[in-house]
């Protein structure tokens, strides 16, 4: 499967709202979920939308290491990284659970190069399905709820600059985090 371009910010595809899947376990699905999961490994995402390779429906897919299992010492896990469970979400539903907000850095594919301190609920509930039609619903609190809203926001044209609260706090990693490779999602 081949390993896709993503889009960069400004591109006016990753601005749009993406549409629902309605048929699974299909080919055409099954090949677009190679191609991700091939995009997502060969650039080191914790995660990818569907729309950041220019599909415009509603799959992302997801994972995050515990750092331990990670062998490239050159690439550091967010500090505050717990594992994720690799996932397929396909047509998500988010459901804010309680009010609590918290900030934390943030990365994206298709904003290379650059971190910002991004506010998220750190209590969600997402409902979803995987490439086969299977339901998934979990809730989740702090990283792992981050990753999911981070890339549930590119299914409605939504990429993370949006969402900061205080410019300042937005930048080039080698400033920021001098020495430090950080994934991006
Ligand atoms: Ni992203």
């Known amino acids: 499967m081949p390993v896709r371009p993503v889009l960069r910010m400004g591109d006016a595809r990753l601005l749009r ?16 979920l190679g191609d991700m999961r091939d995009t997502m490994q060969a650039t080191r995402g914790v ?12 799959v992302v897919i997801f994972s995050v290491r515990p750092p331990q299992a990670d062998r490239e010492k050159s690439a550091a896990r967010y500090p505050d990284a717990e594992a994720v469970p690799e996932t397929v979400l396909i047509n998500p ?9 918290e900030e934390a850095w943030e990365g994206c594919l298709s ?4 971190r910002g301190l991004v506010p998220r609920l750190r209590n969600i509930r997402y409902q979803g399905c995987d490439e086969y039609g299977a339901l998934i619903d979990r809730t989740v609190s702090g990283f792992h709820a981050r990753v999911v809203q981070h890339e549930c926001d590119h299914l409605d044209g939504i990429l993370y600059p949006m969402r900061i609260r205080d410019m300042a706090k937005f930048g080039y990693n080698e400033e920021l985090f001098p020495g430090r490779t950080m994934p991006d999602a």
């Open 111 to 114: 904003v290379p190069g650059l």
């Open 47 to 58: 995660g990818l939308a569907a729309p950041q390779i220019g599909v415009n429906l509603r």
């Open 17 to 32: 709202r993406a549409e629902p899947v309605s048929h699974f376990g299909g080919e055409e699905l099954l090949a677009l």
């Open 93 to 101: 539903v988010i459901t804010r659970l309680g009010d609590e907000i």
